[in-house]
Structure formats: structure tokens, C-alpha cells
């Protein structure tokens, strides 16, 4: 046999080979996919983004609850459970959530409004977002931001000093933070920001 003809054969025979493991390889694994049921209760009270949807397997997804007028935040249930607007969850089920509201008190107004008070005695709600106790400074005062967390401008601070730490069961710093709650006091201003100073337990009410 002629050294072209063999190897004409062994190049027919590797081709053979390539296309028989190429057809008998298995089909690769889909990527499982969970499907993502959102709800709002009462239904009129706020919306979710996202509203929901299909997710590929180990996807995280962060959801955010905004309240309509005249609602606040309350907390999530279901495959969640947070009282914070904004939760993550993983894709490794299905998964059912379900963000809660209820209603503001109609004399109270929310902390993006607050600007707008400065010199009034008011209720204040709105979630708190960022805590801060400082301890090493003067007066030790304890700093509960809501809206948005410190430094941005766009936020309002409750503002607790170390002499009145001893009236909180908790620390307010840990207690407080990730909840929505009602401040009543005097709104005034420092820098630019909205605050109110809290002497008494009975100014906070969640």
C-alpha cells in the first residue's frame, strides 16, 4: 500500500472518529430556571421592582418596595422576611414574596418632606437606612439616618445624646436600624440636614 493511500485512511478514520463522539456526546444540562411570585398587600398600597419574573438558578435579585401616597413600608413575607424596603434573594427555588404596607397617620409626614418643616413640631416616619453611635465625640450622640444613608444631604437624621442613651431598653443604633419609624419633635437643621433630637422614648414609635 502506497504511503498516500495510508494515509488517506488514517485521515477517513480520525474523521470518523470526531464525528462518532461528536454524536454520541449527551446534550449539555440546561441551566434550571425558578420563577419569582411577587405580591403587595393591600394591593393598592405601593409596588415592587422587580415585579417578578423567571431567573436562571443561583441568580440574586434585589427587590425594592415603594409605598404609594398615604403608605409606609412595613415589612416582606413569605420566601423573605425583613423590615428593610430593599431585600436580595437567591434563585434556588421558587420563590413567593410579599411586600406589606400600612397606613401613615394622616397628621404625619415623610422624611423626604421634612426640608420643608424646618421650625415645626411634627411627626416624621420613613425607614432608617444607617445608624451611627459616637461614642468618642463630644455629648455622644447616636445618629439614626433615614431615606439615605450619611453623608448624602437627601436624608433626615434622629438625633439621640449620650444622656438620654440610658432611656432605650437597646441600643437604639441596633434597634432601630432597618425599621420604619415615627419621630415627633421639633424639625430643625444642621448643615443643610433635617433632624430632630430625641430626649424621650415616647418621641419614637415604629
Known sequence: MS????????????????VAIVITRPP?????????????????????????G?????VQVTLTASPA????????????SD???TVT?????????TANFKTAPPDAI???KAKDHIGERTTVYGPVVDTHYASESSGQPTFLN???PYPDLNRFTVVIWGENRGKFFQPPEDYYDGKTIYISGLIDSYNGVPQIEVTSLDQIHE
Do not use: E
Open 3 to 18: 504511503k498516500g493511500k495510508l494515509a488517506g485512511i488514517i485521515i477517513a478514520c480520525t474523521i470518523a472518529i470526531i
Open 28 to 52: 449539555p444540562t440546561p441551566t434550571p430556571t425558578y420563577t419569582l411570585s411577587v405580591s403587595v398587600s393591600p394591593s393598592v398600597a405601593g409596588a415592587v421592582s422587580p415585579s417578578g
Open 54 to 58: 423567571v431567573y436562571d438558578a443561583s
Open 69 to 80: 401616597s398615604g403608605y409606609i413600608f412595613d415589612y416582606w413575607s413569605g420566601s423573605a
Open 83 to 85: 423590615t428593610t424596603p
Open 89 to 97: 434573594i437567591t434563585m434556588d427555588s421558587d420563590k413567593s414574596l
Open 110 to 112: 415623610s422624611w423626604d
Open 146 to 148: 433615614m431615606g439615605n
